[in-house]
Nanobody, 118 residues
């Protein structure tokens, strides 16, 4: 059974940093794209950033220059380094992974809360 386990959320002051991690377990196949999404109260879930297996990345305009996504394919783990955090970054952050076997399957983590407040 494929599972995604996130960690690293918490409370941080504006201007601070946090690092999120998300490890996928239980897959017999290679993990393709991975990414981070977030959902603030009363808002729709939105893409924060994504990374291909080969390391290609894309970012939402709101986080460019502040957030960095990376991955370790040997550990099936994706990371999100968040710097210069702002109150508007407050949300539940979810990781997503795509696995391609005989079909394309998408998996989501349970979410981790990030709160930016003084």
């Amino acid at each position: 059974q494929v599972q995604l386990a996130e960690s690293g959320g918490g409370l941080v002051q504006p201007g601070g940093s946090l690092r999120l991690s998300c490890e996928l377990s239980g897959s017999k196949f290679s993990v393709s794209d991975m990414g981070w999404y977030r959902q603030a109260p009363g808002k729709q879930r939105e893409l924060v950033c994504g990374i291909t297996r080969g390391g290609g990345t894309n970012y939402a305009d709101s986080v460019k220059g502040r957030f960095t996504i990376s991955r370790d394919n040997t550990k099936n783990t994706v990371y999100l380094q968040m710097n210069s955090l702002k109150p508007e970054d407050t949300a539940v952050y979810y990781c997503k992974a795509t696995i391609v076997s005989w079909r394309v399957s998408e998996y989501w983590g349970q979410g981790t809360q990030v709160t930016v407040s003084s």
